[in-house]
């Protein structure tokens, strides 16, 4: 299965994340902050990489420049229902 990277701000809805992609049979790497997410991306060497947008676009924008054949997949969800 695959190896992803989860870099979403919401402690629930990460577990949930863990959780279920676990259970697919998939390997999750959880990241907390924007700066060590770079490294975390090149050291795990990820399939995917799930970003939310509260970290925002530049998140996503920096992984595409530095890491061009990635997959990055922007999450949103709605902050006042968490």
Not at 9 to 15: P, R
Not at 35 to 61: R, Y
Request: charged share 25%; with cysteine.
């Amino acid at each position: 299965m695959s190896r992803i990277i989860l870099l979403l701000m919401s402690k629930k809805i990460k577990e949930e994340f863990v959780t279920v992609l676990k259970l697919e049979g998939h390997e999750v790497i959880t990241g907390n902050d924007d700066i060590s997410a770079i490294s975390t991306v090149k050291n795990e060497n990820p399939d995917v990489v799930i970003v939310d947008t509260v970290k925002g676009d530049m998140l996503t924008k920096e992984l595409l420049r530095l890491f061009p054949k990635l997959y990055v997949i922007c999450w949103m969800y709605d902050t006042m229902h968490i």
